[in-house]
Structure formats: structure tokens, C-alpha cells
């Protein structure tokens, strides 16, 4: 064994560090040692400078792998971010109302949100832009298409797991609800949603994204009980958003096909 004052040559201490890396997982300070040791040598920092570079590119590596593993673990259908969000092509939407959501704040109060407008109005890229936002900030966040998720729930009950299923839907922090009003719930798939809703009121926010106006909610859930019921539970202390009438992504396209004929 080697005495604490015998120094080790370069190599050898190359291979320690290395290994030590490899048993303590520090997989960004394994990659990295060799460039913070050259610039550190370079910039002349203390040894207190040298080792505070080392272990913040490791805490700030594993803080990107937590939220890339988040956003993975969240189901998006596709990639959206807010700072890609398009203020310009629809003036229904409130910057400062968007910047103030990506704060977060309503969800560590459990408060829900809906997105109400047309197709193409921006409704998905807000709600998996705000639930990107969220799980870059640590919450725990889970996508779902409504017809999906509502078949997930049939399923689960024909399977003697709906507790299971709907605790699972409980626990995490945001639950963004894509495409609501599309179509017709009959009435287990409507109640079994209703479940959800509940299992998270004032605890757990949603946020729900629909082409329809609350007035039109009884095409989706016929019994107009429980209708008014979950508008109460999307609403209650909630932000409604409506994004409008006008589709953005048909004005884009148009806007596109007319660049191409100018000749």
C-alpha cells in the first residue's frame, strides 16, 4: 500500500482519479478532470477553485440528466418549448401571462389551467411547452391524449387496476391533458376521468388543452351533471387561457406557399 506522502507520478494519479470516478459515479468529472486540471493550471486557481470547478460540472451535469429524464419520463409527443412560441401570429396570448406560468408557481399551489381555442391556435405547444418548463424545474410531469388516456383508465378497470392506475395518475405533480372535447366520453370513460380530476383536486394541478368552449363540454361529457362538475374541477382558482379562433399554423402555411409562388 502506499504511504499517504509518497506523491504519485502523473499517470498514476490519472488511473486513481479514474477509477474513484468510476466507484463513486462522477461520470462528468471523470470526462472532464483532464480540461478543468489544464485550464485551472492556465488561470492559476487555488486548489479550493480547482475543486469547486470539479464538483459544479458534476452538480450541473446530473441537474440536465434529472430534467432530461423528466421530460422523457412526461410522454410529449413531440419536442416544444416556449421561448419557440410565436407571440407575433397570435395576439390572444399574453407573453407576460406565458413568462408568469413558466414560473411555475401554480403548480406548487395545485392549481389547474386550461387552454381553450381552435386547431392550430397554439394550445399543444403551449400546454408541452409549460409542462417542459415544469419538469426543467423538478416536478414530475405526465402527458396524456384524453382519448387515451380515458381508454387507459376502461382498460384498467377490466383489468381490476383502475386504483392502481388512477394513483398513479395522482402522484405526479403537473398531469397535461392534450385534445379534450374531440370526442364523446360515454359515461364510464367520463366518470373514470372524474376520478383523476378528483384523486388530484387542490393537490395536484392539470392542465387541459380543448377546441371547445365549456358551453360545448355536454358533447363530450353527456350527463350534465358531471359535466358541470369537472369544469368546476378544471376551473376552480385556475388560469383560463383562450387562444382564439384564428390558426396560426394555416397562416403559416399560406404565408409559406406564397413565398414560394413570388417568383
Keep these: 500500500m502506499t504511504s499517504p506522502h509518497h506523491t504519485l507520478t502523473e499517470p498514476a494519479s490519472d488511473a486513481a482519479i479514474d ?3 468510476r466507484v463513486l459515479r462522477l461520470p462528468t468529472m471523470r470526462a472532464q478532470f483532464g480540461d478543468i486540471v489544464s485550464r ?4 492559476h486557481l487555488s486548489y479550493r477553485g ?17 430534467s432530461e429524464r423528466r421530460i422523457r419520463a412526461a410522454g410529449f409527443p413531440r419536442q416544444k418549448w416556449l421561448s419557440d412560441f410565436d407571440y407575433g401570429a397570435n395576439a390572444n396570448i399574453s407573453p407576460a401571462v ?17 387552454l381553450i381555442g381552435d386547431s392550430g391556435t397554439g394550445k399543444s405547444h403551449l400546454l408541452i411547452g409549460l409542462g417542459t418548463a415544469a419538469a426543467m424545474a423538478g416536478y414530475r410531469v405526465r402527458y396524456a ?3 387515451k388516456l380515458v381508454n387507459e383508465l376502461v382498460e384498467a378497470a377490466d383489468e381490476k387496476q383502475l386504483t392502481k392506475t388512477i394513483a398513479r395518475y395522482g402522484r405526479v405533480d403537473l398531469l397535461c391533458i392534450d385534445e379534450l372535447g374531440y370526442l ?13 380530476l ?6 395536484n394541478s392539470v392542465a387541459i388543452a380543448s377546441n371547445e368552449s365549456f358551453g360545448g363540454w355536454t358533447k363530450t361529457f353527456t350527463d350534465p351533471r358531471l359535466c358541470a362538475a369537472i369544469v368546476d374541477r378544471l376551473t ?7 387562444t382564439g379562433t384564428q390558426s396560426y399554423r394555416l397562416a403559416h402555411t399560406k404565408a409559406q406557399q406564397q413565398l414560394k409562388a413570388v417568383p
Design 145 to 147: 391524449l384524453a382519448a
Design 50 to 66: 480547482f475543486l469547486a470547478e470539479l464538483l459544479m460540472a458534476e452538480c450541473e451535469d446530473r441537474d440536465r440528466r434529472r
Design 19 to 21: 477509477t474513484a470516478c
Design 236 to 242: 376552480f382558482n385556475g388560469a383560463i387561457i383562450e
Design 184 to 196: 364523446e366520453l360515454d359515461r364510464r370513460g367520463a366518470e373514470m376521468l372524474f376520478q383523476v
Design 198 to 203: 378528483t384523486e388530484r383536486e387542490e393537490k
Design 40 to 43: 485551472a493550471e492556465r488561470e
Design 98 to 114: 406565458i413568462n408568469n406560468l413558466a414560473t411555475c408557481e401554480w403548480i406548487r399551489k395545485g392549481e389547474p389551467l386550461c
